[in-house]
């Protein structure tokens, strides 16, 4: 096949994890090229509704900001684009967040990539990868003009799946080791009830008990579930539509998406019946495909465990940290939290994001080194943006140096472009 490009560093996905790792590269001097199967950027906070960024402040009674540098930067475009982008505190679990708006996110890492001059290919998807020996050489894109070959220096899998490590034939874990794979969530998002009303908890809890009592798909989380008022709209963002999956077969996901829409809509027609004030009330999404907590888990050169995350270990060779508790979904609708010890965060390390047998591959997101219960902690979107802005510079350093890695020199450059450690 003919190569069409030439670049310094290729990113596989436009989430939060791939928009890090494509502006760090970038502002590290690389010429990059950012790959996303979707028409907009942003993974799971605009594919699948996950309309707050979990990660970027530490818990405690106060907002400690844990990631800037990137993640900095999509929080002063959202702001510019009138979204409020301050630390917001979860009723139901106490953590600070940040609010979004799904059309001004897309909007606003349209602009900063563009801001980049990074080259962006939408609708388009990694296909297929080449190696030779212990270096990856190209990927193949394949999008709507059919398939194209790009050489890169270096790669950076962002894909949340794991899929440009898979394609390379690299080893990699399913769920937590035994197969079983964290539940799926489905977020509603609902409008027609008024911006001033107060849900009333306690009223959406007796419903629930009622409804479980006789309806078609009984609600796990019978506390209400997570339930947020957007800005801008009002909407209802909740959280009670919970899948368990068995494996990653196209045929369970196509089961578990219309599972989770017949589940939706019988959901909304409980509220309208049950609940003052939703009498109008109606599906604004569920957004264009079901939330996808854990698929594979591609084998790094460390994997960060529970002991690092509740002692709150810090390290000589860190290049991000995390802040989200311990956050595991078992068994569906019953999420259970364990905080982060020491000064509130952990550090990840350098080989926490590198490939275990590939010299030029790195991770950024939810696919770095992590055991089942450091996987609750580092997939928040917050973490993402703070390992992939790690991974794109650490990608950017090994083009610069002649195929050398150093962890030093990469902590200097993410310390220049303002990322924390
Ligand atoms: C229901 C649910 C609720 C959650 N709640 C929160 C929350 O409130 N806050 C929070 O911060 N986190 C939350 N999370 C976790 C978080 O959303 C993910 O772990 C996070 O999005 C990981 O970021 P990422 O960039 O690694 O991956 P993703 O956001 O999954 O992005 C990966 C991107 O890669 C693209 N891609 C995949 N394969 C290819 C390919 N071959 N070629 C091209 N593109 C490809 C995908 O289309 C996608 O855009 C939640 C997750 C779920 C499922």
Known sequence: MRVEADYDVVVCGGGAAGIGA????AKSGAKVCLVEKYGFLGGAATTSQVL???????????????????????IAEIRELGLDGGAFRSETTGNWIVLLDPEILKFALDNLVQRHRIDVKLHTRVAAVSRTGKRLEAATLAGMSGRRHVVAEAFVDASGDANLAMLAGLDYQIGNGEGRLQALTMPMRIGGIAPDLKIDRDALQSAIARYNETGRYPIQRTDGGIIIRLPLSSDMWWMTVDLDIADLESDSFTRAE?????????????????????????????????????TRHPVARYQLTKEDVISGRLREDGIARAAWPIELHGEAGKPVYTPIGGEGYFHVPYDAIRAKSLANLWYGGRVIGADPDAYGSIRVMGTAFATGEAAGVSAADYADRNHKTDCRSVQARLSAQGAMI
């Open 22 to 25: 494509a502006i760090g590269a």
């Open 52 to 74: 707050a960024y979990c990660g970027l402040f530490q818990q405690g009674r106060e907002p400690v900001r844990a990631v800037s540098g990137v993640g900095e930067d999509v």
């Open 258 to 294: 219309m599972a989770g829409r017949a589940m939706a809509h019988d959901y909304l027609s409980m509220l309208r019946r049950a609940m003052p004030g939703f009498e109008n009330a109606y599906l604004v999404a569920t957004g264009p495909q079901v939330g996808i907590r854990e």
